[in-house]
């Protein structure tokens, strides 16, 4: 009989290896685990250390092998360019195997670092599990970044090779992804030696002698070769995803292989209940860890079929968009981000859009990526007729730390919580000072260590910064960065980040990077940046400039200038609409920046004047600022 949650989280409490010994069997490993976590690597945690496998062979592979090789894989549907494939498993293969050719005959190898800054297309997803395949290590680089990021990325990880395409589209726009490549690569200090460039119908790149190679061309003169799947440890790496962190310079979250493998495997049943040759959707962006996790590596370690969606909730063409992709490829489970339900409800707030499709496939709908307010949770009940999941997790863990675990039969649902804990996740709520406080109290959500598989084990070539970041508060602990608080029953509630991190349409995004940028204008003397709350993105950032005296230029030029600088040096995803020049920027005594209270002031909540502030006067000024304006001009 199927064990409950409850079950299996006490057989976990009860001895964590077994629990993970017994998940890795579904993995179909080249050596097999005899030793389940090193302990000897400490913080490390190291799982699975003599294993040797391969997450290509899992994903693809396997299933050819097991005769699923006719069923559908991958479904990519592009409302932006008209475009829709399927493509089998045993299709999936020719494809992966054709992409390892030439990345091989560039001469990368198992190791090597490559790095993906790709549209959401199906070579994207070829190239990532050709990567894998070969033992080189991916980095794929959200499109919506500018070239300075990507430049840091590929100084950071020091890529080899770089695959590319050339253009992104936007429902408003072709992003030239061309330029911002040539661009990022001028500004690095490290230098690829190649750039694998996809020249799409929509726009042609200019390829430049020497460095760049037509990518499509190379695909086609590779397709029929085999590559074989690169015997990998269990910990070696798969894939490094940067991520924001509390400065400009951001965090690469490294992902192993074996962890990931069985963590990913165990998550698809048991939290989503989907099964191998079900239709899983998980509506996001290669770019972000959902994409990694759950367009890419889940859904293929469990032999489903995934949507690989080239649109957005609305306007590609309307807000019923979803709809007919859950009814076209007979969606089971489809997965979001709270922003994506809001934008649908303010186009189509009473779910006419919704009526016009047959959902009678869909079982649940997943929610992640940002708090997922209880209002928009009820509105998506209500119009879908399902399940909808709220669940808790980050960058850094790469599946779910609390949810509701639909495969297990599923808890009662409260509103404004994520659930329970994962097996695998022993969570303490702490104060400050790392004492656990009572239930129903807010504090410092904080998991046990050792982080179980599938979570990072350090931050690339920065083992230090990891520690320092986030092992070192709670000794013993790993601090998530977010405040929350558990409930009688053990139903966990995430409320807030406690640090710069701002969460912008369910992208990650840090106000302390965008402070770097507003401060290199040469006008400027000091800023701060917020994040204000908005109706559909849940937050958008707004950024508060003081001018050095003697600048007589309007502010208002300053302000545009500031504005334009945060797209170009973070990219249009940051949504940096709002800068407004002030006298001073309201401070304590001690020089420390009331931002808690500015975003109070933002989001029109009640705010006390705090009694160390230096003057008083200038909150005033501010909240006159806000008032006068609308924090996200459209
Ligand atoms: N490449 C280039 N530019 C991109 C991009 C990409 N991959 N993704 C977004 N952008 C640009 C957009 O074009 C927009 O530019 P603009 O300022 O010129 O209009 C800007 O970045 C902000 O984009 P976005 O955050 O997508 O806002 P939006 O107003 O265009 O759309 C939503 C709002 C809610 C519809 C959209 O954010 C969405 O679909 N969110 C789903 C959430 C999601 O997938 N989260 C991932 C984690 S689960
Ligand atoms: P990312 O690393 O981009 O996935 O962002 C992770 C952060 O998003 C978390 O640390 C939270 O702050 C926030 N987040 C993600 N999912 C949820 C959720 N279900 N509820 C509340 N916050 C969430």
């Known amino acids: 009989m199927q064990k409950t949650y409850a079950e299996i989280y006490r057989a976990w409490q009860a001895d964590p290896e077994a629990h993970w010994a017994a998940l890795a069997r579904a993995i179909d490993w080249f050596t097999e685990p005899t030793e389940i976590f090193d302990a000897a690597q400490g ?52 494809h992966v195997n054709a992409m390892a050719a030439v990345l091989a005959d560039q001469g990368i190898v198992k190791g090597d670092r490559v790095i993906l800054y790709m549209p959401m297309i199906p070579e994207a997803i070829f190239a990532m599990l050709a990567c894998a395949r ?33 253009c992104g589209i936007e429902p408003n726009r072709v992003v030239a992804y061309k330029p911002l490549l040539d661009a990022a690569i001028d500004l690095a200090r490290h230098k690829p030696e190649r750039c694998l460039v996809l020249q799409r119908p929509e726009l042609a790149a200019e390829l430049r002698d020497g460095r760049d190679v037509d990518l499509g061309p190379a695909l086609a003169a590779a397709e029929g070769r085999a590559v074989p799947c690169a015997p990998l440890k269990a910990t070696d790496p798969l894939y490094i995803l940067y991520t924001s962190g509390t400065t400009g310079q951001p965090k690469g979250v490294i992902r192993d292989n074996g962890g990931h493998m069985v963590a990913l495997a165990w998550s ?40 690989l969606y080239e649109g957005k909730p609305v306007g590609t063409p309307d807000a019923g968009a979803f709809w007919r992709v859950v009814e076209d490829y007979r969606v089971s489970v489809l997965f979001t981000a709270p922003t994506a339900f809001r934008a649908i409800r303010k186009e189509d707030p009473d779910g006419a859009l919704v009526k016009r499709h047959d959902l009678s496939s869909l079982r649940a709908l997943f929610l992640a990526g940002e708090r997922a307010d209880p209002d928009t949770v009820q509105w998506a009940e209500k119009v879908l007729g399902v399940p909808v999941i709220d669940h808790w997790w980050q960058t850094e863990t790469g599946w779910a730390i609390v949810g509701n675990p639909l495969g297990l039969g599923r808890l009662p649902v409260k509103h404004g919580s994520p659930t329970v804990p994962m097996p695998g996740y022993e969570l303490h709520v702490l104060d400050d000072a790392g004492h656990p406080v009572p239930p129903g109290t807010l504090g410092n959500i904080a998991i046990r260590l050792p982080l179980p598989p599938g979570c990072l084990p350090t931050f690339w070539k920065a083992d230090e910064r990891f520690r320092a970041a986030c092992l070192s508060e709670f000794p013993g602990y790993y ?5 929350g608080y558990v409930d009688d029953d053990g139903y966990v509630f995430v409320m807030a980040r406690t640090d710069d991190i701002i ?125 006068g304006r609308s924090p996200n001009p459209a």
């Open 43 to 94: 913080v490390y945690g190291h799982w699975f250390p003599d294993a040797v496998g391969n997450t290509c062979h899992n994903c693809v592979d396997r299933h050819v092998a097991a005769g699923r090789g006719d069923q559908p894989a991958l479904i990519y549907d592009s409302p932006v360019t008209g475009r829709k494939a399927r493509y089998s498993y045993g299709e999936l293969l020719t």
């Open 503 to 627: 969460n912008v349409a369910g992208h990650r995004l840090s106000t302390g990077a965008m402070e770097e940028v507003c401060a290199s204008h040469p006008d400027v003397a000091e800023c701060a940046v917020i994040g204000v709350a908005d109706a559909v993105k849940g937050q958008v950032p707004a950024g508060f400039l003081v001018l050095k005296s003697g600048v007589s230029r309007e502010s208002s030029l300053v302000e545009a200038e500031v504005m334009r600088l945060v797209r170009e040096r973070i990219g249009p995803v940051a949504a940096f609409k709002t800068a407004i020049c002030v006298k001073r920027l309201p401070k304590t005594r001690s020089g420390k920046i009331l931002r808690g209270t500015m975003q109070k002031i933002a989001d029109g909540e009640e705010w006390k004047m705090p009694a160390t502030i230096d003057d008083p006067a200038i909150l005033d000024e501010i909240a006159a600022a806000l008032t």
């Open 268 to 307: 698809m049943r048991a939290l989503y209940g989907i099964e191998p040759g079900e239709v899983y959707w998980a509506a996001s962006d290669i770019g972000w860890v959902v994409g990694h996790s759950y367009i890419v590596y889940a859904p293929l370690l469990n032999g489903s079929t995934t949507v």
């Open 479 to 483: 601090k998530t960065a977010d405040a």
């Open 134 to 166: 070969i033992g080189a290590i991916h980095s794929v680089v959200f499109g919506g970044f500018a070239a300075s990021e990507l430049a840091a990325r590929i100084d950071d990880c020091a890529a080899k090779l770089i695959v590319s395409a050339s």
